[in-house]
């Protein structure tokens, strides 16, 4: 059992890099704040992700925050609503 441990650890895909052509990206127009709603969706593993900003009175520079999330959530942007994981994300990262 270690042996399946340890070998799928070492396999596992990395997916950190969004910024590659491993991943497509949507941008979802909001009608209320936030503007917008950034997804990636990872082109092998078909995985989620959603990009949360930090905004911190003060802060010289504000950075966003990759959150995983799924295809509902993404669904739930393009009808106009804020996504339920967004809004927990937001909340535990201000």
Request: charged share 25%; glycine share 4%; proline share 6%.
């Amino acid at each position: 059992m270690i042996w399946y441990f340890v070998e799928g650890f070492y396999r596992r895909k990395r997916e950190n890099n969004f910024k590659s052509n491993d991943f497509l990206k949507y941008v979802v127009s909001m009608p209320v704040d936030p503007e917008t709603i950034v997804f990636y969706k990872s082109k092998f593993t078909e995985k989620w992700w959603m990009e949360v900003g930090q905004f911190r009175p003060g802060s010289k520079y504000p950075r966003n925050t990759m959150v995983p999330c799924s295809y509902n959530d993404y669904q739930t942007a393009t009808k106009g609503e804020i996504p339920e994981r967004y809004i927990s994300a937001l909340s535990k990262l201000n």
